[in-house]
Nanobody, 123 residues
Framework: QVLLVDSGGGLVQAGGSRRLSCVAS????????MGWFRQAPGKEREFVSA????????MYADSVKGRFTISRDNIKNTVYLQMNSLQPEDTAVYYC????????????????WGQGTQVTVAS
């Protein structure tokens, strides 16, 4: 079991930037692929981005490609989501997730989840 703690959310103006962090309490962070998902009010949780165990591979939802960047620091047990050019439609609770065996966009394949951090983008 991995304890994940998300942080970095808040209120930002449209066009602004925000960096989310997710710290994992685990002995070997590099054993886990990591993902970011988000859930807006009244909507299903959706995939945002994922990074593989060694940061060799990354993937993004089309809606955030070119604006968001995922990265990880396996020494600090932390995954980041740098969000630029934020728009009101990016408003959501953002969750990080960890999987030992899966790298990809399917939320059901991740067995460990953070508590979520709210990002609100004002127009």
């Amino acid at each position: 079991q991995v304890l994940l703690v998300d942080s970095g959310g808040g209120l930002v103006q449209a066009g602004g930037s925000r960096r989310l962090s997710c710290v994992a309490s685990v002995r070997t962070f590099s054993n886990y692929a990591m993902g970011w998902f988000r859930q807006a009010p009244g909507k299903e949780r959706e995939f945002v981005s994922a990074i593989d165990w060694t940061a060799t591979l990354t993937m993004y939802a089309d809606s955030v490609k070119g604006r968001f960047t995922i990265s990880r620091d396996n020494i600090k047990n932390t995954v980041y989501l740098q969000m630029n050019s934020l728009q009101p439609e990016d408003t959501a609770v953002y969750y990080c997730a960890a999987s030992e065996s899966y790298y990809g966009p399917m939320s059901v394949m991740y067995s460990n989840w953070g508590q979520g951090t709210q990002v609100t983008v004002a127009s």
